[in-house]
């Protein structure tokens, strides 16, 4: 007798935005930028793609996103001056237009951690590895 095919596993997307880190880059100073890094600090610029994979249009927002390091000190946003800044706005449901831009931290230099990502209730939905 021929054995029974296994079913395959389909991995279903989660209902909400995914976000993959596209780069991080670590500056001492923005463009535009008036003040620089604090002496001790730089500019993490981490920028980041985002797709929906809910049926219905999701809202995203640069606050949406918190950098802890790896002491647990945790760091909001700061003022992004670069031209892919992450902003805030709606995305469809269509995986093929994804959102890309950019969220600033200032941070001690060299500093490692985690990007922390939320939804629009504050609920967290992603953690990313940052070296």
């Known amino acids: 007798f021929p054995k029974e095919e296994e079913e395959a596993v389909v991995e279903t997307p989660p209902a909400e935005i995914v976000y993959k880190l596209v780069s991080v880059e670590r500056v001492s100073e923005l463009p535009g930028e ?62 093929n237009n994804p959102i890309v831009g950019s969220i600033v931290f200032e941070v001690p230099k060299d500093s490692t951690g985690k990007l922390h990502v939320t939804d629009e209730k504050n609920n967290p939905i992603q953690t990313l590895k940052i070296k």
Do not use: H, M
Not at 52 to 79: H, P
């Open 34 to 95: 008036l003040f620089p890094a604090q002496a001790a600090n730089e500019f993490l610029v981490i920028t980041v793609k985002g797709t929906n994979y809910d049926v219905k249009t999701r809202l995203f927002n640069v606050f949406y996103f918190s950098f802890e390091d790896s002491e647990g000190k945790v760091y909001q946003n700061a003022i992004n001056t670069k031209p892919d800044s992450l902003r805030y706005g709606t995305l469809d449901p269509d995986q």
